[in-house]
């Protein structure tokens, strides 16, 4: 829903079936949107907990929207997780909403640990020292993320040695664009260049398994050996035997993906970048 009110030149909350909706003042005129539902509700989230949100959230609505179109929603609907690191404005301020879990923003949040600081992309980023961000949940208590059907993306701009994303305690699942990525096995296998890059893990069966980096795609040999009982950490092992100094823009997992999806996800993460006033990463 889009229109505009008479307005006097004055910011003014709009409602709109039952949403309150800020509008954008042009002429005297308040030009107003509703936001997909999903946006809402993690605005409705954020409000109940008193975290700040950016004052435009117009780039966020556009990403969860085009998000959600992707295979007619199948893709949105097999998310167990999506957390957004890269917000406009780039500030600590919003560092509530860096920890909501945009897909179920009333569900688990994910922590932060130790020195986590913002890069010029908007990433959160490691320190190689005791930064991390813990999500809590045990990854075989997901609804979507199984062992054989099973994908990972991480969005990120440091490049460079120590660069591993996100990682469990018996490094059954490692995301890197340094040297190796692993879905599901402790087996070692997938080597890709570094750089910036979004990267995924998709595992579609046993013995069947993809790695990405933005649209490029390998396929892995191992076989899946465990679902892990820990959590996601991302720039450490769950047991802080490691830590390193790698960033994360946004971070998502759930089920399995394909190839189109892969690059519509690149497409649009990329768009939204840009919208929100940083520089795209591929």
Same mark, same amino acid.
């Given at each position: ?69 992707? !295979? ?84 990120? !701009? ?30 070692? !296998? ?93």
């Amino acid at each position: 829903m889009s229109g505009a009110i008479l307005n006097s030149n004055k910011f003014k909350g709009v409602s709109a079936k039952g949403q309150i909706v800020k509008g954008l003042v042009k002429n005297g005129v308040v030009f107003f949107r509703q936001y997909d539902t999903a946006t809402q509700a993690v605005i409705d989230a954020c409000n109940s907990k008193g975290y700040t949100l950016p004052s435009n959230l117009i780039p966020l609505d556009n990403f969860i929207r085009k998000l959600k179109s992707i !295979s007619s929603g199948a893709f949105w609907n097999s998310r167990d997780g999506i957390f957004l690191s890269a917000i406009i404005g780039n500030s600590s301020t919003h560092n509530g909403l860096r920890k909501i879990n945009i897909k179920s923003p009333t569900g688990q949040e994910r922590d932060f640990y130790g020195g986590i600081s913002l890069n010029t992309y908007g990433g959160l980023q490691g320190n190689s020292a005791n930064a991390y961000i813990d999500y809590v949940t045990a990854i075989n208590a997901y609804t979507n993320y199984k062992q054989n059907d099973a994908g990972i993306i991480v969005a990120k !701009s440091v490049s460079g040695t120590g660069s591993i994303s996100f990682t469990n305690a018996n490094n059954s699942v490692v995301v890197s664009g340094l040297s190796n990525g692993r879905i599901n096995t402790t087996a070692s !296998s997938g080597v890709m260049t570094d750089g910036y890059c979004t990267v995924g893990l998709s595992r579609t069966s046993s013995t069947s398994s993809r790695i990405y980096k933005n649209n490029t795609e390998t396929a892995l040999t191992s076989t899946s050996s465990i679902l892990p009982s820990t959590a996601f950490n991302e720039f450490r092992t769950t047991g802080g035997a490691n830590y390193w100094g790698g960033d994360s823009l946004i971070t998502i997992f759930g089920a399995s993906f394909t190839a189109s999806e892969m690059s519509l996800f690149n497409q649009y993460f990329n768009e939204y970048l840009v919208e929100s006033g940083f520089s795209a990463i591929a």
